[in-house]
């Protein structure tokens, strides 16, 4: 800026054509990098934004079974989760079945290996007419799990109120998003975020509080 105003004022005094091309050329220069500057520095202050808010990764939807699958690997303290029925995440992760692969079991694995699970759901007069058999089923999916893993760590509370969140906590890494009526959950977005991010600072606090005051 002190270049600027000095060459400017050079530019605005010279009589000498040769002189004046060159201040010129300097002076309309730096009003180029200034506007630059003003550009790179708000792109600057955007970028710490998003870094305050310690984002991985924007999921534009939650289809990918891959994904979860190694997520669920990696746990090795909790995993906690609120959603609507949970009847994907249990045929998917949680199937016992004799023909069932090693990567269909790996919520059962993370069982066995003493990771606290804890599921929010609402109850079935909170869901769609065509999901409520899927809270029934689930509710007696994680009664033969209980029974069957009597030293394993799975609890399942049920909301009395429709769900508006969907939350997925593994360790210290979240996934949250919204929870649309009448709309899949895994055709809907998410944040994947650090869990000391303040965004999911408040995911997990909600959590535990509706945790806390659920039967």
Not at 77 to 89: C, L, P, S
Not at 91 to 113: E, G, I, M, Y
Request: charge should be neutral.
């Amino acid at each position: 800026v002190i270049s600027t105003v000095v060459f400017g004022l050079l530019f605005w005094n010279t009589t000498d054509t040769k002189i004046l091309a060159i201040f010129g050329s300097l002076f309309a220069g730096l009003i180029v990098a200034i506007i630059q500057f003003i550009i790179a520095w708000q792109d600057y202050n955007q970028t710490e934004k998003l870094k305050e808010l310690e984002l991985i990764k924007v999921l534009y939807n939650r289809d990918s079974r891959t994904f979860y699958e190694e997520y669920i690997k990696k746990a090795k303290r909790e995993i906690n989760m609120m959603g609507v029925t949970a009847n994907r995440f249990f045929n998917d992760f949680a199937d016992d079945s004799p023909n069932a692969t090693s990567n269909a079991k790996v919520l059962l694995d993370a069982l066995q290996r003493n990771v606290k699970v804890r599921i929010l759901l609402p109850e079935s007069d909170y869901v769609d007419e065509n999901k409520k058999g899927d809270v029934e089923k689930v509710k007696q999916l994680v009664k033969t799990i209980n029974n069957k893993y009597s030293n394993c760590s799975l609890e399942v509370k049920h909301f009395n109120h429709v769900p508006a969140h969907s939350i997925f906590n593994v360790d210290d890494k979240c996934i949250v998003g919204p929870v649309f009526p009448e709309l899949e959950s895994k055709y809907t977005p998410a944040l994947y975020l650090h869990n000391s991010s303040p965004l999911a600072d408040k995911y997990l606090t909600y959590f535990d509080n509706e945790w806390n005051r659920t039967t």
